[in-house]
């Protein structure tokens, strides 16, 4: 079978599903604790309980959740030392993946970033924590996948959906640390500039600050 027939196969029913609890997950519709019922996402996603529960069985093996007695899957509570540790492999990633973008991205791209960076500022304001997390995804992979490397942003991807449910219960809960709106403008004008080292400095210190907003909340202390 050639690589063009291949490329013309549709996307299985679990793994459509699999991408829809990735996105609840990375955009923080889920909380950390919440038990996720194979009966009721059958019914919110209209199929069978058989794909959905496939696509969570998934997501165990990912170490994204977490399965209990009578199969019942939970999203996790993050320990301090696991989120500490999280972050660390985010700051990692994330400036490596950063390092190889800059060249890519245009002038265009970053008023696009400029305008994902309003959206999450309006989506602050609003307390809008759903809206916020789109907009900040949004910009975090714009810049990503300009590296041309998508196992690399796969891997991003998997560390933001084990943090995202833990980070949207602190925003839904606390105020939002003011510092990412200037990372991110440090980071626009540093690709703006073609300065490779400037932008992943910028990611970094963006993630860094999510780290000690992590460590400083109370929430992190249990599990």
């Known amino acids: 079978m050639g690589g063009d027939e ?11 599903i699999r991408q829809k609890l990735r996105w609840n997950l990375v955009s923080g519709v889920y909380l950390p604790g919440t038990r996720l019922s194979t009966r009721n996402l059958a019914k919110e996603f209209g199929t069978s309980a058989m794909p959905v529960r496939d696509a969570l069985k998934q997501l165990v093996a990912e170490r994204i959740l977490v399965v209990e007695r009578q199969s019942a899957f939970r999203v996790p509570v993050i320990t301090r030392e696991r989120g500490i540790q999280l972050f660390e492999i985010r700051k990692s990633l994330e400036m490596l993946a950063t390092r190889q973008a800059v060249t890519a991205l245009t002038q265009v791209h970053c008023d696009l970033l400029s305008k994902f960076c309003n959206d999450m500022a309006a989506a602050v304001d609003r307390r809008d924590v759903q809206g916020y997390f789109a907009a900040n995804y949004s910009f975090h992979f714009l ?36 510092n990412w709106q200037l990372h991110h403008e440090r980071a626009i004008a540093a690709i703006r500039s073609q300065d490779v080292d400037g932008a992943a400095t910028a990611i970094a210190r963006d993630i860094e600050s999510a780290q000690n907003y992590f460590s400083a909340s109370e929430m992190s202390l249990v599990g």
């Open 143 to 178: 810049i990503y996948s300009a590296a041309g490397a998508p196992d690399l942003v796969a891997m991003i991807e998997g560390v933001w959906m084990q943090i995202g449910p833990f980070y949207a219960a602190i925003l839904d809960n606390s105020r939002a640390d003011a």
């Open 6 to 16: 291949n490329a013309r196969q549709p996307i299985s029913l679990t793994e459509t």
